[in-house]
């Protein structure tokens, strides 16, 4: 899967100010303009706060912009509806249904029958490893087992854009190396575009085609870097050795450091 | 019986793993907690006898044990008993169905409308904080004095109760499961069904054991204000005649349809679980 220029989301100066009529507003994101392309994984790091998670919500509809605009597949979104698939530090599985159907959630809810999206989560759950657990309560699953139960849920969905975010920093450290070129081999293999937000900067060199480089609250984007290697499906550990690696860590390393704190 | 479950659970459990161990010490602790509650019971009855032999209980206001047994044994003959028990069991039973039913709905079907949750807030509070039986003398007046009074104060106390819970229980469901649902672009309506009613069950399941305790105090009560029959008209005739004896077997038979009604209630609880 090769990148194309197509653009799928574009954020066009947005700005997003919580209780803005109220004596205390709070600017979280103030002018962010930025683009995925088709296909593309794009990381988003930030000290924490600076408001990524609230960048999320203005994409997926589930809160207002008090400025710019943000379209998914060229249509501006005004409202949540589907469009793009949420993934959360949370797996937010329901402990009531088995596997298999919390995978059908997003298409149950979109109105497909029942025996078309078992048939379709059943598919991605055999693709992708997790056959023999179909039944099984997610109670019964390690974390990064329930997680990629989460993932199955947002993939069968087939949003136009998928928005991860910290989906691993729940994780112990091998489950989540485990975890990340997983997924970054399925986001590959599915031709997914996917904003992903981090706080990790091995975990976005590893796993971004381009990584964006927040400042403190409120959030604009600082810089943008192009990962030299952000098509391949790499080994999160293996990566560590490469010179660039370390180059870009430490870039990124220092202007987050460099942010200024209010 | 039980013994035989253990053994049969555990020949299968190598068949499915992630099954939780079992103790195989625990069905005969399970025996030996059983005895000592009857040993329990008989030293209670013994120390009660003790009382009235040393004379530090007096009969005519204490009861006896052997007296209550030949009041419970005349009035299982003559079939007094049976019918106060099934007019009270009536009350209770019908009382509790309609009362949690109608309140855990309505306490569900409150999250759709912030609004009306807003508006009845203190309401809520209010019906929360008073006695709820403080009720029953206003129900009798208006719904006489024969077994629809009893079974209208249960009702009434169950739903409160149940409609509180339920209301409960959708406040507390995760709001990160409420914007998922919303992202994935659900109307309200598919977040009620799919996400908030699954996800308030062990609430309105607490409310259920709440309320047998509810239900009973109120068909109980409303049979002390003004009865014809029942096991509260039973114990509180008795007590006026200060017929000690009758008394007891009245309450001792109320504790066993608690008893009764608490194992049915685990019963659908289990159920519950299991679709949950
Ligand atoms: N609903 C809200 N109302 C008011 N302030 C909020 C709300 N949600 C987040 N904030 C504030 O906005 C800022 C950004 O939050 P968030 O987007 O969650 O940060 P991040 O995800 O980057 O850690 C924080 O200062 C936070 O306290
Ligand atoms: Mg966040």
Same mark, same amino acid.
């Given at each position: ?11 066009? !100066? ?19 303009? /930025? ?8 990381? /988003?790091?930030?000290?924490? @706060?600076? @408001?990524?998670?609230?960048? =999320?919500?203005?994409?997926? @509809? ?10 998914? *597949? ?10 793009? *698939? ?39 759950? +055999? ?29 069968? =969905? +087939? ?13 112990? =450290? ?16 599915? *031709? ?51 010179? !660039?690696?370390? !180059? ?15 | 019986?039980?013994? #035989? ?38 030293? $209670? ?35 007094? $008993? ?23 709905? #309505? ?19 209010? $019906? ?55 992202? $994935? ?92």
């Amino acid at each position: 899967m090769s990148l194309t220029q197509e653009t799928v989301l574009e954020a066009d !100066e947005a700005r997003v100010v919580y209780n803005e009529d109220s004596d205390t507003p709070v600017e979280a994101v103030r002018s962010i303009s /930025l683009d995925l392309r088709r296909g593309e994984v794009l990381a /988003l790091v930030g000290p924490s @706060g600076c @408001g990524k998670t609230t960048l =999320f919500n203005a994409i997926a @509809g589930l809160i207002p912009l008090q400025g710019g605009r943000v379209s998914v *597949g060229g249509i501006e979104v005004e409202k949540a509806s589907g469009h793009v *698939g949420y993934m959360l530090q949370k797996d937010l599985l329901l402990p009531w249904r088995s596997v298999i159907d919390n995978v059908t959630l997003g298409l149950e809810v979109r109105g497909k029958p029942k025996g078309e999206a078992r048939k379709i989560a059943q598919e991605l759950i +055999e693709r992708y490893g997790l056959a023999g657990f179909e039944n099984s309560k997610p109670s019964g699953l390690s974390g990064g087992m329930r997680q990629r139960v989460a993932l199955m849920r947002t993939l069968a =969905f +087939e949003p136009e854009v998928i928005l991860l975010d910290e989906p691993f920093s729940a994780l112990d =450290f091998q489950t989540r190396i485990l975890l990340q070129s997983d997924v970054k081999r399925i986001i590959r293999e599915e *031709g997914k575009s996917v904003i992903l937000i981090t706080h990790d900067i091995g975990e976005a060199i590893s796993m971004a085609n381009r990584i964006v480089v927040l400042t403190n609250r409120p959030a604009t984007v600082k810089t943008v870097h192009e990962v030299p290697w952000g098509d391949e499906v790499t080994d999160p550990v293996a990566v560590r050795d490469r010179p !660039e690696y370390q !180059e870009m860590f430490s870039k990124i390393w220092q202007e987050l450091e460099l942010a200024p704190r209010h | 019986m039980a013994m #035989a479950t253990d053994i049969g659970e555990a020949k299968t459990q190598t068949a499915a793993p992630p099954a939780p161990k079992r103790k195989p010490r625990k069905a005969a602790g399970r025996w030996r907690i059983t005895a000592y509650q009857f040993g329990v019971l008989l030293a $209670l009855i013994a120390l009660w006898q003790v009382g009235l032999w040393t004379g530090v209980l007096r009969p005519y206001i204490y009861g006896t044990p052997l007296g209550v047994l030949q009041s419970f044994a005349t009035q299982i003959a003559n079939g007094t $008993l049976i019918w106060h028990f099934w007019v009270t069991a009536q009350e209770v039973v019908l009382g509790f169905v309609i009362g949690c039913s109608l309140g855990s709905l #309505a306490g569900l079907l409150l999250w759709l409308s912030p609004l009306w949750a807003k508006i009845l807030h203190p309401y809520m509070i209010a $019906l929360n904080g008073v006695p709820k039986i403080a009720l029953a003398p206003l129900i009798i007046v208006w719904f006489g004095l024969g077994m629809e009074s009893k079974i209208a104060i249960a009702a009434i106390i169950t739903f409160i109760v149940a409609f509180l819970q339920a209301y409960k229980g959708t406040q507390e469901v995760d709001q990160d499961l409420i914007r998922l649902m919303k992202s $994935l672009g659900a109307s309200q309506w598919q977040t009620f069904r799919k996400i908030v009613m699954p996800g308030s069950v062990p609430w309105i399941v607490s409310a259920l054991r709440l309320n047998v305790g509810f239900a009973l105090i109120g068909a109980v009560v409303g049979e002390y204000i003004s009865a014809e029959a029942g096991l509260g008209y039973m114990v509180y005739y008795s007590g006026q005649l200060y017929d000690l004896n009758s008394v007891w077997v009245g309450i001792f038979s109320l504790m066993i349809m608690a008893l009764i009604l608490e194992a049915v209630v685990a019963r659908i609880e289990k159920l519950l679980d299991m679709e949950v």
